[in-house]
């Protein structure tokens, strides 16, 4: 009797009120999260902006306003920066293209390295709603090798202003 009761309390345990969580499925790599700018300017310092460390996750609750401005499990939340760290530097966005990744709240995001041998992009995003349907493309949604902006130019005209 006591092991169907602790097998309910851990999915109800693993069920808690989050928003999303996002999962850094890769061995060696870690990932770098930077939120959009938040719609509150007095919550913007408190977006969230952390590296997950290979094999580990972080996850937003429902009622964190900082992580999920909405509060909402029916909102979403975008991400201006979702890097794999290291040598190149991948940069991973949905859909392909796309300035910005957008996570479902409730929903489960994956970076893993990708499952298709011989593929030229080494990792995919696995997005996941909150039903727990994937609603990524069939192969995932592909990463690809970032390169920073380039530094503006110098203005011309601002030489030897005073």
């Given amino acids: 009797m006591k092991a169907p009761l602790a097998l309910l309390l851990l999915l109800a345990a693993s069920n808690g009120a989050h928003a999303y969580c996002i999962y850094n499925d890769t061995k060696?790599?870690?990932?770098?999260?930077?939120?959009?700018?938040?719609?509150d300017a007095l919550r913007d310092d408190h977006k969230m902006n952390t590296?997950?460390?290979?094999?580990?996750?972080?996850?937003?609750?429902v009622k964190q306003l900082d992580c999920n401005p909405e509060g909402s499990v029916n909102s979403s939340v975008n991400f201006d920066i979702v890097h794999i760290?290291?040598?190149p530097t991948y940069s991973c966005v949905m859909p392909e293209g796309a300035k910005q990744m957008k996570i479902p709240s409730a929903g489960?995001?994956?970076i893993l390295p990708n499952p298709r041998k011989g593929s030229a992009f080494p990792y995919v995003v696995r997005v996941m709603g909150a039903s727990g349907n994937d609603i990524t493309?069939?192969?995932?949604?592909?990463?690809?090798?970032?390169t920073p902006p380039p530094a503006?130019?110098?203005d011309p005209k601002a030489k030897g202003k005073k």
């Fill in 28 to 39: 060696d790599r870690e990932l770098k999260l930077l939120q959009e700018l938040h719609p």
């Fill in 51 to 61: 590296t997950i460390k290979p094999g580990t996750k972080i996850c937003c609750d």
């Fill in 85 to 87: 760290e290291g040598t």
């Fill in 108 to 110: 489960t995001v994956r």
């Fill in 137 to 146: 493309p069939p192969n995932g949604v592909s990463c690809v090798e970032w």
């Fill in 152 to 154: 503006p130019a110098p």
